[in-house]
Structures are given as structure tokens and as C-alpha cells.
């Protein structure tokens, strides 16, 4: 008999002969079950969560001023910002619901009217057309009659390297126009298929073509109650132009969905976990082919050797955007494009969405006690939704905040103090700070 105190046999060998016995199958069981922990850990799934839930949702947290009027005369009326959010049970991880989102929204086919504008320093923008006459015959009345300046306008401000094309703005912009609004895009400079045609290109923080854009069309149109939609990088620079110019802005009301706040705080969460290591190398690389388009003005600009060796957004930004707006720091720069910083100077009604799980903008960025200080603003927070997607429903084909966002615009429009209140704000103050001749170059053609 072979004893472990005579020495005869090792312990060890002992150990590996009994494990010898057990099945192949039940090691690779073990596999599997370890590795479906690992990825349900990694993509932050919820649907145990959910199950334990019922597959209610969570209540859709908002944050407010206690005197405030947008919520008083807007907010409370919406049914979707009292309810409960629940995500799509197949995409029930914020990753998933991130990374499929350009794959899994679906809009019916529809072409834009492109109008081409031109900046005060040059510069080409993009704006691309959706009327409600194109897609709906339902529209805003009044008295029976409807005319172009009835029928709001909502701006479109898409994220970082986003256009008009990207499938969820073609969402938003085609829901909106089948509610009754007309709707325009606001491409940012270098996107959309326009060249660049001044010695500047668009960033993070460069919200004053925001600006130029939203005063042309209230001449154009001023009659017109103008609002507007941001997404993602978009919404910081709604948000800041809003913050910039104060009581200066010329809108009715705005929305801002998956705002990233504080840029310099996103840059740090995005070197924390795998994931966000991810989706910090896939953004980068996606700035990097938007400046390639336009590698003759960058290379004049800012360093292109470096954005070309660029693994993040941070390099990114540090070896052009740093370097065009003689910032002495990378840091500096993201300091200087945050919008949350400027949320207390926001004067028109503002609805924030945020999911707490956005996986590429941190809840830890939103600027919380200062939204609940201004009492234009109303911060809505979901527990899940990833970024910028909100996928509801089994089959995935509606975005929550889509609807948000036709709701709460719709409700603003609607109410007979706010809209009114603030058109008449609007109007005195443009005209008081309006110059006295301004020159538009616009052309506009079917795309």
C-alpha cells in the first residue's frame, strides 16, 4: 500500500491524480460558468436585476429646483419623466446597448434639404433639412390655419464625430418631423461631407458656430420658436453655448442627452476600467479618420505627426485642439470646454437625460447641485440606458429619449406662460445685442 509519510508517493501527485479523474466536460462546465461571470461582470448586464424587478424598470430619478417654473409648467406634465425606464431585455448591459446602437436603429428612408452656411470667419456648415410637411401632414395649429413660422424648429447638435447620416439623429430628426416640428441639423465643421474652408476646425469646446448658426436662423425666421437637441459632445456644446450667452440665446428651450459635463473627469474615467480603455481607443481612432479628411488644414494647425500616433482622445486632443487654441495644458483645454461649469448662467427651460451607467460619460461629471441651483434647468437621471441609446421595448426599436425629448419640447411649446415668457425675452434681448447688418451666405440644395 502506497503511504504519503513513507515518501513513496508525493502529495502532490496524489492531488493530480484524483483531479485526473474527474471528466474533461465538467472542467469545461467550469470554464464556462467562470467566463459567463467574467462577461456579465465586464458588460455590467442587469438582467438578473431586472428579473428580481419584475422587469418594472427603475423610476426615472429628477433633480430640481423647488421653484422651479419648467417643471411647474413643463416637467410635470410629462408622463415619460415620471414613469420608470426599463431596458430592452436582450441589451440589458449599457455596453451593449452602446455598442449596438448604430446597428440597431432603423429609420424609414427619407432625403434632406441641404442649405449650405457660411461662418463669420470663413467657415462651411452643413445644415441639413427635415420638414414636417415631408414626412407627416400632422403639424402645430393655431385656429384651424397653419403657416411655416406655427410650426416650431428644433436644432439638431450632433456628437463627436456624428452627422446627419448617423442613424440616431436620422431618428430624432424624423420622429420630430412626424410630431409637427420642422427640424435642421447643425453639422459640425468637417463633417457631413463639407470641406474646411477657414484656418479653424471643430472641437469640444467650440460652440460659438453653434451660436453663429442659431442667430441666423432666428433672422431667418423670426417668427419662428426656435428649440434644440444635443447628443453626447453635442450637448456639452449646446450647453455651453447656452451658459455662454446667457440671456443672449434666442431659444425657446433645449434638451441635452448623454452630456459628458466635465471633460477633464471623463478623461480619467476613460483610463479606469477595460472597458472604458475600449471605447477611449475606438473614439480616438475615430477623430483621427474625421481629421484625415482634412489633413492639409490640421497639419497647418497643430501637430500631425502626433495625432497621427495618437491612442486616445486625450493624445488626440493634445496634439490638436491644445495646440490650435494655444492652451498651455491638455487639462487646460478640457477645463475650458466643459460645460459644467456654466450650467448656472443657462437662461432658457433645459432638460438634462443622463444615464447613471453610461459607460463612456461618467455620472460623476454631472454637475448635480448646480443644475438643482438654476431654475431653468431639470436634471433626469435613469439607472441604466448606456449612451446616448435607452433602447426600450422587446424588440428594440424605439429610444426612450427620443420620445423624452418630443414630449418635453412638445409640452414647452404647449404652455401658454413659458413659451410666451420666453419668445418675448428672446426678442428684446437679441434685438438690444443683434448687429445692425449681418451678412448670410447660404445656398441650399437636396441631399
Not at 423624452?404 to 419668445?423: C, D, G, R
Amino acid at each position: 500500500m502506497e503511504t504519503v509519510n513513507g515518501g513513496s508517493v508525493s502529495p502532490y501527485k496524489l492531488l493530480f491524480r484524483a483531479l485526473s479523474l474527474i471528466p474533461i466536460s465538467h472542467y469545461l462546465l467550469i470554464l464556462f460558468l467562470v467566463s459567463i461571470v467574467y462577461v456579465y461582470n465586464l458588460l455590467e448586464i442587469h438582467i438578473l436585476q431586472d428579473i428580481v424587478g419584475g422587469f418594472r424598470g427603475d423610476s426615472v430619478s429628477l433633480s430640481f429646483n423647488s421653484s422651479s417654473d419648467v417643471y411647474k409648467e413643463v416637467v410635470s406634465k410629462c408622463q415619460l419623466l415620471h414613469g420608470r425606464y426599463l431596458a430592452t431585455p436582450w441589451l440589458s448591459s449599457p455596453h451593449l446597448q452602446t455598442i449596438l446602437l448604430n446597428v440597431l436603429v432603423k429609420t424609414p428612408s427619407f432625403s434632406y434639404k441641404r442649405e449650405i452656411f457660411r461662418t463669420s470667419d470663413g467657415g462651411t456648415i452643413a445644415l441639413d433639412w427635415l420638414m414636417n410637411s415631408d414626412v407627416s401632414e400632422a403639424s402645430f395649429q393655431v385656429n384651424g390655419t397653419n403657416t411655416v413660422a406655427d410650426i416650431p424648429l428644433v436644432i439638431v447638435v450632433p456628437g463627436l464625430t456624428s452627422d446627419s447620416k448617423s442613424p440616431y439623429i436620422r431618428m430624432i430628426a424624423y420622429d420630430m418631423a412626424k410630431h409637427g416640428w420642422n427640424v435642421v441639423v447643425s453639422n459640425h465643421r468637417g463633417l457631413g461631407g463639407v470641406p474646411l474652408t477657414s484656418e479653424c476646425f471643430y472641437t469640444a469646446g467650440k460652440s460659438d458656430d453653434l451660436g453663429e448658426v442659431v442667430n441666423y436662423l432666428h433672422r431667418k425666421q423670426p417668427e419662428t420658436s426656435l428649440y434644440a437637441v444635443g447628443t453626447s459632445l453635442g450637448a456639452n456644446i449646446l450647453v455651453k453655448y447656452l451658459g455662454e450667452d446667457g440671456v443672449n440665446v434666442p431659444l425657446v428651450g433645449a434638451v441635452s442627452i448623454s452630456n459628458p459635463w466635465d471633460l477633464l473627469i471623463g478623461d480619467r474615467f476613460f483610463t479606469r476600467a477595460t472597458m472604458q480603455r475600449f471605447y477611449n481607443r475606438v473614439l480616438g481612432n475615430s477623430l483621427k479618420g474625421a481629421a484625415k479628411l482634412h489633413q492639409e488644414t490640421y497639419a497647418r494647425l497643430s501637430d500631425w505627426e502626433g495625432i497621427e500616433k495618437s491612442r486616445s482622445i486625450r493624445d488626440f486632443n493634445n496634439y490638436s485642439a491644445r495646440i490650435a487654441g494655444n492652451f498651455e495644458t491638455i487639462d487646460a483645454f478640457h477645463r475650458w470646454a466643459s460645460s459644467a461649469r456654466l450650467v448656472t448662467n443657462v437662461s432658457v427651460p433645459l432638460l438634462c437625460v443622463n444615464a447613471i451607467d453610461d459607460p463612456v460619460c461618467t455620472d460623476e461629471a454631472i454637475p448635480w447641485d448646480e443644475c438643482r441651483k438654476n431654475k431653468n434647468i431639470v436634471l433626469a437621471t435613469t439607472q441604466h440606458g448606456g449612451h446616448i441609446a435607452f433602447f426600450e421595448g422587446m424588440s428594440g426599436k424605439s429610444l426612450w429619449w427620443i420620445r423624452v425629448v418630443e414630449e418635453f419640447l412638445s409640452n414647452l411649446h404647449a404652455s401658454p406662460t413659458m413659451s410666451k415668457q420666453q419668445n418675448s425675452d428672446i426678442e428684446h434681448e437679441f434685438c438690444k445685442h443683434a448687429p445692425a447688418e449681418i451678412e448670410d451666405q447660404a445656398e441650399l440644395t437636396i441631399w
